[in-house]
């Protein structure tokens, strides 16, 4: 497998950064596809899938954004609405420039989900560009349902907001790096109102149900980080009736009920999910 990088500048100082992988037995088929990862991570936790994905023929583009992998912020301030805004646009528009193409398939892990779901609520005339989103445990406002997991939550925004970043040693839960912004206050406080809101009060949750595009939604059955409630809380508002839902779980005749890394990563998501996400694309990747 070839992995091409290509870094690209948001600003003076931030920058994107895209792997084109290609298989140079396969030919490629159809349209793009960025694959992007969540936060606390970075592209190793969507190469599995990304690779499987190249193997069938698709022409995938991993991205790292703000400030994950080898990307850079472009400020430690910066929060959810920044890559949102800045790195999911740019990494849009320059795979559709780099491929020829004018439309494009996004699929992402966790808060990689966030991001063309809230650039589209906020700006629906550049749906054209899309053409089909499938997210693996996104969701926004349903982590902290208890006092436990709202603890969890507090304590995230109270260490973003200190330090403007949440270190890898600090964080409650294993994950592959820490995050070099602010970004998780924004997150914790979503999750506390349960409510999906930007700074000045817009209602993502409300602005999705224009969306007119075909929609993927993966949950995990025992995933706390991305609940069931939350991620079905976000397709029952995505306003397109080419939407699939499917949860991962033991009652729905999964081999375990998923937690949020083994949604991407592990012979289990291999074997029960990549085949999933791979047959919805080839069903509209035309």
Sequence with gaps: MEDFKLPIKINSSGEIVLHRLMNPKTNITGLPVIIAHGTLSNSDAVRDLAIYLSDLGFDCWLLEWGGHGHSTPSSNKQDFEFPAFNDA?????????????????????????????????????????????????????????????????????????????????????????????????????????????????FDYMKGIEELNLPFFMIAGGNDDIAPVSGCKRIYDHIGNDDKTWLECSLKKGFSRNFTHGQLVKGRAAREEIYPKIGEWLAARNK
């Design 89 to 201: 646009p740019l990494a849009i528009d320059t795979v559709l420039e780099k491929t020829g193409h004018q439309k494009l398939y996004w699929i992402s892990h966790s808060g990689g989900g966030h991001l063309p779901l809230m650039y589209l609520a906020r700006y629906p005339e550049q749906q054209g560009k899309i053409a089909g989103i499938a997210t693996l445990g996104t969701q926004a406002t349903d982590a902290a349902p208890d006092l436990n997991y709202k603890f969890r939550a507090a304590y995230l925004w109270l260490l973003s907001m200190l330090f403007n970043q949440v270190s890898l040693k600090a964080l409650p839960i294993k994950m592959a790096e820490g995050e070099p912004t602010r970004l998780l206050a924004q997150w914790a406080k979503w999750n506390l109102r349960k409510q999906w809101l930007g700074n000045d009060g």
